[in-house]
C-alpha cells in the first residue's frame, strides 16, 4: 500500500485508523506519522494526533501505547524494520492534531515477508530512513522477537512495560562479564529486586558462586534455603588473612608521620611473627602481605621486644601505641569472630571453600551478614572478603574456571564519591575488581540507593544499569550521565517508575527497556519490609521477655 507525501501527509488518510488488512497472513497498520528531521542516533518525526487518538482502545496495549514517552515506534527502510524509542513530544500547533516527537535510533530487524513483523533484531543501524518515510507502531509480536532470549544465556526477571506477557530478559554472560549495578530510593523493591535476581541466577547455575555482602542482615531470610549464611557467629574469618594495609587500617590509630612511624614497626614485627609459622617455611619471598597464620602474641612480643631495646622513654610512645591496641582488639568478645586465638591454625583452604562455595553442592550463594560486625572493622571485613575473591582469581589461572560473583549491597558506604577523598583499602580492592575483574573471572554487582554517592569511575565500569525509582535530583543526574544515548527516552521516566518497576539498558539486554519486575514468593523475599506502624503499635504484650532477650543479646554480641 502506498500512499503520496504531502505537506500534511496525514490529510490523505484513508480513514482506517487502527483497522487491520489481512492478507496472505499480513497485518499491516495505517502509519501514525513521518519522519521530519534524521541525524547519526537520532531522528525527529511528526505524529498525528488523530491517529493515535485512534489506536488508544486497540487491544494490543503495546499498539494502543504507540507514540507516547518511552514506547517504540518503528520504520521501513528497504527490507528492514528500523526501531525507535520516543524520548519527549510536544504539540506543533495548540489548535492543531500534529505532534513532534523525537526518537532515539536503537536497531534493527528484517522485515518478514508474509506477516510484515518485524524478525532477527539486533542493536546498532546500519541504515537510515529519508524524511517522509512512514511510521508505524510497534506490536506486541514485534517485541516478542526484539527481546527474545532463547538463543543465549538468559534468566527471566518480569515483562516488558507495556506488555502483559513478553518476557523481560537478562542475558547472564554479558551482564556478569562486564559488571552491573542495581540503583533504587529506598521503599522501590531495591532489596527484592536483588534477590529476585539472585535467585534466579541460583535456578540457572545451581554450581555456581555468589558472594554477597549485606550490610544490614537482609537477605540471610531470603536465602537460608538455597544458600549458606554467614554471621559473627559462623564467619570465623582469620585475622592472618589481612594483608599490610588492612592491618594499619585495624592496629594503627596515629596521624601524620606518627602514622608513619607506627606502620614502619608494624610492618618490621608483622614480618617476625609471620616467619615464625611453619607455613613460612621454604617461601623464598615472605612478605607482610602473605597470607600465613601468625600469633597476635607473637606479633605483641615482636613489638615488645623492639621496645626493650631503647633507651629513651619518648621513643616508646609508638610501640606502646600499637601494643595497646592490639591487646585492646585480642581481648573485645565483638572482634572474637576474627581475632580469635582458635583462628591460628591454616584454615585459609577450608575458609576459602566455605565462603566461595568450592564446591556449592546445590546452595551456590554465600550471604555475609555484616550487621553484627563492629563498625569501625566493617569496611576491613569487606575489604578482606573482596580481595580474597580477586586474589583467587589471580592465583587460579592456571586451574579450570570458577567465576566468582560478588555483588556488594550498600555499595556507596565502600566505594565513596571521589568527593569524600576516601582512599580506604575496601575502595581501593573493589575499584581494582570493576577494572580488572573480568579479566580473571570476577564480576562486580554493586547496589546502591545513592548512586551520586558512589564513585564515578567505578559506576563507569558497568555495562548493565538497572535503575528503580530514584527521588533524589542528584541522583537522577549521575544516572543519567551513566546511561548510554540510546536510553535517554527511558531516563525521563525514572522518577515516575512504580514500585517494582525499573529501566535495564547496557550489555545485559538487547535494547534499553523498562520493566515490571516478576513476583517474589514471600518466603524468599528479604527482611526489609517497612514496619507497618498503625498496626505494630496495636500489639501489647510479652514486653518484658522482648526486652529480656534483646538484653542478653546485646551484651553477649551474638544474634542468637
Known sequence: MVESFSLNPFEEQNGEGDAESTRSGRVDFSDIGRVVEVSGGSSSIRLDGRALKQLDGHQDITVAMAGQVGSQIKVRVGGLWLLANVRDMRLENPDGDLIVANVDFLGEGIEDPITGNLKGFRRGVTRYPVPGTRVFPVTTTDLEQIFSAKDRPHVRVGTVYPSVNVAASLFIDAM????????????????????????RICEMAPEGHVVMLDPHGEYS?????????????????PYWLMNFEEHCEVFVTSDGAERQMDEDI?????????????????????????????????????????????????????????????????????????FSGML??????????????????????????????????VSVVVAVLSRMVFDFAIWSRREPKRPILLVCEEAHRYVPSD????RSAVRKVLERIAKEGRKYGVSLGLITQRPSDLA????????TIIAMRLNNERDQAFVRNAMPEGARGFLESIPALRNRECVICGEGVSIPIRVRLDDLEESRRPASA???????????GDEEGILDRTIQRWRSQSTK
Open 176 to 199: 556478569l562479564g562486564k559488571h552491573f549495578a542495581l540503583l533504587g530510593s529506598t521503599g522501590t523493591g531495591k532489596s527484592t529486586a536483588t534477590a529476585l535476581i539472585l535467585h
Open 221 to 237: 531470610a531470603a536465602f537460608k534455603n538455597d544458600g549458606e549464611v554467614f554471621n559473627v557467629d559462623n564467619l570465623a574469618m
Open 266 to 338: 608494624l610492618a618490621k614485627c608483622l614480618l617476625q611473627a609471620r616467619a615464625k609459622n611453619r607455613a613460612a617455611q621454604g617461601l623464598t619471598k615472605l612478605t607482610v602481605d602473605s597470607p600465613v597464620p601468625y600469633l597476635l602474641s607473637d606479633l605483641i612480643n615482636a613489638i615488645q621486644a623492639l621496645m626493650g631495646k631503647l633507651d629513651r622513654s619518648g621513643e616508646v610512645a609508638p610501640y606502646m601505641r600499637l601494643k595497646t591496641k592490639i591487646e585492646e582488639i585480642k581481648s573485645d568478645p565483638r572482634y572474637s569472630f576474627m
Open 344 to 377: 591460628v591454625s591454616d584454615t585459609m583452604g577450608q575458609f576459602m571453600s566455605r565462603i566461595f562455595r568450592l564446591p556449592g553442592n546445590g546452595r551456590p550463594i554465600s550471604i555475609i551478614d555484616l550487621s553484627g560486625v563492629p563498625s569501625d572493622i
Open 419 to 422: 568527593r569524600d577523598n576516601n
Open 456 to 463: 564515578e569511575g567505578v559506576m563507569s565500569q558497568c555495562g
Open 530 to 540: 517497612d514496619p507497618v506502624f498503625s498496626e505494630l503499635w496495636t500489639h501489647v
